[in-house]
């Protein structure tokens, strides 16, 4: 069982940055590939980035290249997510995910980013 926790969220204006954090629990977080999903009032729940294992490679959504980074460290069992030049349509609940194949799938419980035009 893996729990995760994101905080980091908040109110910031376009063009702000925010840092989002996942912290998990459990000795086994290096073995789970990790990514952030988001999901916005009235939209289904969208893919943001994703990390593998040891962190060499990501994974993003087209509309968060270049202005989002996925990062970990498995020393601390935790996942970032640096957001930059943030836009209205980034406003959405922020969701942390832990995949591991073929059974494994654990959810955070959200962290709200809200950015004012």
């Known amino acids: 069982q893996v729990q995760l926790v994101e905080s980091g969220g908040g109110l910031v204006q376009t063009g702000g940055s925010l840092r989002l954090s996942c912290a998990a629990s459990g000795h086994t977080f290096s073995s789970y590939t990790m990514g952030w999903f988001r999901q916005a009032p009235g939209k289904e729940r969208e893919f943001v980035a994703a990390?593998?294992?040891?962190?060499?490679?990501?994974l993003y959504a087209d509309s968060m290249k270049g202005r989002f980074t996925i990062s970990r460290d498995n020393a601390k069992i935790t996942v970032y997510l640096q957001m930059n030049s943030l836009k209205p349509e980034d406003t959405a609940v922020y969701y942390c995910?832990?995949?591991?194949?073929?059974?494994?799938?654990?959810w955070g419980q959200g962290t709200q980013v809200t950015v004012s035009s």
């Open positions: 995910h832990a995949l591991r194949i073929p059974n494994y799938n654990y």
């Open positions: 990390i593998n294992r040891s962190g060499g490679n990501t």
